[in-house]
């Protein structure tokens, strides 16, 4: 893919991977709402039928279903940077009957992100893994150790801030020795 797109402008490429993944996400959408919709509406049907809602509606979307329970509409263009996820989720909001507008709105960060991975960074980080499955290992080492030098970078940054958070924090949770001595005082005298 990455050869087919090589001769065309940026902006071409982005374009076509941005309308790209926005049909996608639509069909895969209207096949979930397609799903509820043939069956409250026809309570009986072919067993072909019957099996492909059940199949949909249980396991296949239940990481989706999960995940647009615990964060809402928010899944919608996070699943457009996750891999395996992203058909599950955008099913599941169809089967949840999530309004087509809210949706497509919650489409567009998705699909921008996607077309901006996938026009500068993402085929070649597909590339190195099917390198290194071809026996061409050093191409997915140096993609997994940038990796994990941005993981461990937030990891450090978010733990310094923490740190600084706790270290500024009032240590309310127990009661200074002043405050022991005033509240002893007042007991005395009211006795």
Known sequence: MEEILAGYPFWAVWLFLYFGATIRGQATYWIGRGVVTGATRTKRGPA??????????????????????????????????????????????????????????????????????????????????????????????????????????IQWRRRRSRDRREANAPHSATPSAANEELADSHTHTAE
């Open 48 to 153: 072909w039928w019957q099996r492909t809602r059940d199949r949909l509606a249980e396991a296949e979307t239940s990481a989706g279903h999960k995940a647009i329970e615990r964060v809402g509409i928010v899944a919608i263009p996070f699943a457009y940077v996750t891999v395996g996820l992203q058909s599950a989720i955008i099913l599941a909001a169809g089967l949840l009957q999530i309004s087509w507008r809210k949706f497509s709105l919650a489409q567009i960060p998705g699909a921008v992100a996607w077309a901006t991975i996938y026009s500068t960074i993402g085929f070649a980080a597909w590339a190195s893994v099917a390198r290194a499955l071809a026996g061409d290992w050093w191409p997915l080492v140096v993609l997994l150790i940038v990796v994990a030098v941005i993981v461990g970078v």
